[in-house]
């Protein structure tokens, strides 16, 4: 029981009130005095309560409940309420022991476009140069708009419980935004109109939006695609005309350097759990070959671009070494796929068949 | 199909009726009760229908339950309140005006405008009027009753008229507002009523609200599963909680018809329905 006093002339009134209201017990016997007998609905609602797993990495559960949902992990969760529908409930499809530290490490290493990037510095180059580089710049924001939308996408699926692989994959995405913040603005610089964009690029892309499944998506996507992209954007880096286009292309590589060792990281956790994995992965490659295979695949204008970046000018002896540079790309782009494939457990003759059946779009 | 199913009256004053008792429906279904329900615009004609035994029962205002007594006795029938939310049980009704005004009584109310909820409204009409009669000021004629008729014939349920009878006395143009004891907790807190801006000049004795009213036509089985039921109802429950949170209870208490005097004696003072349940208000078209 507990007896309330207090100066305000309708405490009385106010507090019978909310009494009702709360469940609780008034009462202003005797008078001039207001008791308030505890009513039994507050502790009811914790009956049954349970706690959301443990609050670190090391105490997640398998399966979340959906009625956790948006809870903190580890914390007191009320019985009942919604159970939104977040499909990505499975710990061993989703979660990667070296979530947690990536998160951190890409926390630590976002970077400002305003500042990282010089971009007081020149990029006064020949007409033939800036139209490459504009239609490199065209066709790499393509592609990071593919490679923002797909962890956005993923990330709205994965079980709150999972909490370092959403963050992850938020920074992921929002990585990808400062991509396409930079490239595009590298492609404006100089007040060119943007390249072109070709059917058989974005068929290519389109078969990574349309892959529900979160490890084949994150295998097509960030193990061969952004693994792939490594290898352009330190081709990008190598040749590139001027000092902007080399920042902008290094600073991606950076973080697409941590998507690859995610999207490795959480396929060889799984590959361990599901002997099931490999065949699914193979599948998932030859699947989307078959259905590219009447598309164009790289876009013919970004192929010539690369040519040119590499060459430097239109003389047969230049454009005789970028073509040689260009294919040393697609070389170093198969040899880091079947580095990769292999460290998924995949031996060597197949690394390379699979290899050589991703998409022709690079990503 | 009567005999079968339990039907229940119940008025759609806001679009959450329909979640309620869908809510219900479900609920009770799957404890065995063949239930349903059908939805009226106005308290008038559920109470009829119950009287008339179309209904087995009815969620009633405590003005539809005093209509429903009426009725009944007037054919020979009986009613009974079978159970209430305990936010149904003693409620007060209070007076208010504006802190800085010279008030300290209901007679120095004498020749000012008052303001009260709809015509058909318990808590913000009927019984703060009959109050000010027992304290010997004849509303219309001591007093200029001023109504705000919002949702007439939802018999108070709509907070509308309540809240501009609380602006109207912010702004200056009643001298005094009447509204149910929680209401004036809600309008001070949401700001209608800023702080400290008014204080209450009289409170009512304590009265009840909403009942659930059932017909002796109703089959005797099915009426009383339906009332343990309800009553077996918890809080601790993570199904029942969220259904009586959206009704407004925390436990079903047993229903009682000892909290309707006050409103029965102003049913009666104004002719609000005649003795036999007639409708014979003045200026009330639900
Ligand atoms: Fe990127
Ligand atoms: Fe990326």
Known sequence: MLRVVGSDPALGVHLRAWCRGAGHVFSDEPAESYQIARGLAEQQRWTGAERAGGAAPTDIVRRPPAHWGLAARGALVEAGGPGPSFDLDDRDVVWADLAPRLYAHAAAAQWDPATAVDWGAGTDLPDDIETAVVQVMTYLVENEQAAMVIPARLLARVHPHFREVQQLLAVQAADEARHLEVFTRRALSTGRPMGTSSAGGRESLNTLLMEPDFSLASFLLSVLGEGSFLSLLGFLDEHAPDPVTRQVTRLARVDEARHVAFGVAHLEHQAALDPTLKGRLRAAVERRHDSLTDTAGLNADVFDALIILAAGSWEPEAIRRGHAAVRALHDAMDEGRRQRLTRLGFPADEAAELSALHTRNFM | ?286
């Not at chain 2, 949401?190 to 702080?195: D, I, V, W």
Request: proline share 5%; hydrophobic share 40%; glycine share 10%.
């Open chain 2, 1 to 286: 199909m009567p005999g079968t199913t339990l039907l229940m009256g119940a008025v759609a004053y806001d679009p959450k009726v329909v979640t309620i008792w869908e809510g219900f429906r479900h609920y009770l279904a799957g404890k065995g009760l063949p239930f349903d329900f059908v939805l009226y615009s106005h308290y008038e004609r559920q109470v009829e229908d119950l009287v008339d035994g179309r209904l087995d029962a009815a969620w009633n205002s405590p003005l539809a339950w005093l209509r429903a007594q009426r009725l009944a006795a007037a054919r020979g029938r009986t009613v009974r309140s079978a159970v209430m939310r305990d936010t149904d049980q003693d409620l007060t009704s209070v007076v208010v005006v504006r802190a800085d005004s010279a008030y300290a009584g209901l007679g120095d109310l004498q020749g000012q405008v008052m303001g009260v909820g709809a015509v058909d409204s318990p808590q913000a009409t009927l019984i703060p009027l009959s109050h000010l009669r027992a304290a010997g000021i004849r509303p219309d004629e001591d007093v200029v009753v001023h109504r705000f008729d919002v949702g007439v014939g939802l018999h108070g349920d709509h907070i509308g008229g309540e809240r501009d009878a609380a602006r109207a006395l912010v702004a200056g143009e009643v001298e005094a507002a009447c509204m149910i004891d929680g209401n004036h907790l809600l309008f001070s807190q949401e700001g209608t009523l800023p702080a400290g801006a008014t204080r209450v000049l009289a409170q009512t004795e304590p009265y009840d609200h909403c009942n659930m009213t059932l017909v002796d036509t109703a089959p005797t089985d099915l009426a009383e599963e339906f009332v343990e039921l309800l009553l077996a109802m918890s809080y601790a429950d993570p199904q029942v909680r969220p259904l009586l949170d959206l009704e407004g209870l925390k436990v079903w208490r047993p229903g009682r018809d000892i909290g309707y005097t006050a409103l029965d004696r102003a049913v009666t003072q104004t002719g609000f329905y005649d003795e036999r349940g007639g409708l014979t208000a003045k200026e009330y078209i639900p």
